[in-house]
C-alpha cells in the first residue's frame, strides 16, 4: 500500500494552494482519508477528514472555510484545497487513510509534503 502526497510547495500568504494524494494497493472506497499536519515543534494534528460512504467532511477549528477536501473514488486520489494561507499553516502535511470496515481497521500514512507559508 502507498499513498503518495503531491503539491506542497512556498506560497505567499493569502495565496492558495492544492494537496493531492494518490492511494495505490489498497480498496479505496473502504477508506476513510484525511489530511493531517506537523509544524516544528509541535504534535501532529487532524486538518480535514472525508468519510468513505457518505463523504461526509469535517475540518479543524483552524481551516474551516478556507480548506476543503474531496476524494475521487474512480482515480483513488483524495484533494486539499488550501486558500487564504498563513504562515500559521506552514507545516508538513500527511495524507491518511482508515480502514472504515471494523474498529481498528488497517491505518496508512503518506510520507508528507512541505507546506511554507512566508512573504
Known amino acids: 500500500v502507498q499513498l503518495v502526497e503531491s503539491g506542497g510547495g512556498l506560497v505567499q500568504p493569502g495565496g492558495s494552494l492544492r494537496l493531492s494524494c494518490a492511494a495505490y494497493?489498497?480498496?479505496?472506497?473502504?477508506?476513510?482519508l484525511s489530511w493531517y499536519r506537523q509544524a516544528p515543534g509541535n504534535e501532529r494534528e487532524l486538518v480535514a477528514t472525508?468519510?468513505?460512504?457518505?463523504?461526509?467532511?469535517t475540518y479543524a477549528d483552524s481551516v474551516k472555510g478556507r480548506f476543503t477536501i474531496w476524494r475521487d473514488d474512480v482515480e483513488s486520489t483524495v484533494t486539499l484545497r488550501m486558500s487564504s494561507l498563513t504562515p500559521q499553516d506552514t507545516a508538513v502535511y500527511y495524507c491518511?487513510?482508515?480502514?472504515?470496515?471494523?474498529?481498528?481497521?488497517?491505518?496508512?500514512w503518506g510520507q508528507g509534503t512541505q507546506v511554507t507559508v512566508s512573504p
Open positions: 491518511h487513510a482508515r480502514d472504515s470496515r471494523a474498529i481498528g481497521g488497517a491505518v496508512y
Open positions: 494497493g489498497l480498496t479505496f472506497t473502504d477508506y476513510q
Open positions: 472525508i468519510d468513505d460512504f457518505t463523504h461526509k467532511q
